[in-house]
């Protein structure tokens, strides 16, 4: 039984939708938004079949857990979102340090694109902490 066909439907169709880019492709010749287009159906299409089998597995996971597996599940989260968040603050301290002694400019980029990522996990971490406090 489909408890949560909507990620299901939604591969469905976006892989119709790239059998038919492929055909169009096929008929009229290569165009390069067709391509990107039958590119982007596919990963579409490769992210919905993903969430779909997710969301079974939580489903049949909560069903089968107690209470200790799901706080051991929220701890191991926990503990991989830290170390992320550490490892993205020394490397982006790290780039900067080395942009200060060797004034490469790509060091610069990439200690401020490890910082923006930083702050967008941040910012991702309240949603999802304000949506499940709103949701149970």
């Given at each position: 039984m489909l408890r949560n066909?909507?990620?299901l439907i939604l591969a469905a169709l976006c892989g119709i939708l790239f059998v038919l880019c492929l055909?169009?492709?096929g008929l009229e010749g290569f165009s390069w938004q067709l391509a990107f287009s039958a590119v982007l159906l596919l990963?579409?299409?490769g992210i919905s079949l993903r969430r779909y089998r997710t969301d079974a597995?939580?489903?049949q996971l909560a069903a089968a857990g107690d209470e200790r597996d799901h706080l051991v599940a929220m701890?191991?989260?926990q503990t991989a979102l830290l170390l992320a968040n550490d490892?993205?603050?020394s490397a982006g301290v790290l780039c900067l340090f080395l942009h200060i002694f060797f004034g490469g400019e790509a060091f610069f980029l990439v200690g401020v694109t490890l910082w923006s990522v930083m702050i967008?996990?941040?910012v991702l971490v309240l949603a999802a902490n304000?949506?499940?406090e709103k949701r149970e």
């Open positions: 066909a909507r990620h055909a169009w492709i990963l579409m299409e597995a939580q489903e701890k191991s989260c490892l993205l603050f967008l996990l941040f304000q949506y499940h």
